[in-house]
């Protein structure tokens, strides 16, 4: 039998969104759940030029066959004018042949963002990533306020997903909240994969 893992996708252009995954992380190995954490090459404003080498360093590039065998999937990317980075949906429109056969099917699937001020399109960002998974059959698990940092926080946080506002602290340091929320949004995930047994 396979070893079930959480996969964590994301793009991270300043580190924001990549200090949100590894806080999902912390969560679901508190659950004994293994993670893997994986990002998508930059891709240039025309297309033409995307670097598919394996990084030298970090997280190493996503391939079909993580989303096909993860568990769950998490999702994060920064806010691009209330929508996802290019080069995640880049990858992500790529995935047709995964729909057409429904391999992901009843994962359950989280979101993730960050914003460069507050009230800069997290929320409707996250939408975006819930649309994806919708098509995919997923089962989309929010962020409920039974997370007791998200009716506490000055900064990032949504009942729709982990967030980050990076001029808040002026870094891509996440604050107690925001670090809290994501990490508790990986341990539900972490749970509702053992419970959902996929």
């Not at 800069?120 to 098509?135: A, D, R, S, V």
Request: proline share 4%.
């Amino acid at each position: 039998m396979k070893e079930k893992f959480l996969l964590i996708l994301f793009y991270s252009a300043s580190g924001s969104v990549r200090n949100l995954a590894h806080a999902i992380a912390d969560g679901a190995e508190e659950y004994d759940l293994k993670v893997k954490l994986r990002t998508v090459p930059k891709i240039s404003k025309d297309n033409k030029s995307i670097n598919h080498d394996i990084p030298d360093s970090g997280e190493i590039y996503c391939t079909k066959e993580d989303l096909i065998n993860c568990n769950g999937l998490a999702i994060g990317s920064p806010t691009r004018f209330g929508s996802m980075a290019a080069p995640l949906k880049y990858f992500l429109d790529s995935t047709g042949d995964i729909w057409s056969t429904n391999a992901l099917e009843n994962k359950p699937g989280i979101a993730f963002t960050s914003t460069g001020s507050m009230h800069g399109g997290q929320e409707i960002t996250l939408f975006n990533i819930h649309t994806y998974m919708l098509h995919q059959g997923m089962v989309i698990c929010g962020t409920p306020y039974s997370i007791d940092e998200l009716n506490k926080t000055k900064a990032g946080g949504t009942p729709y997903g982990a967030s980050h506002v990076e001029n808040f602290n002026s870094s891509s340091e996440l604050s107690r909240e925001e670090y809290e929320i994501a990490k508790k949004s990986g341990m539900r995930i972490a749970k509702l994969i053992n419970k959902l047994n996929v």
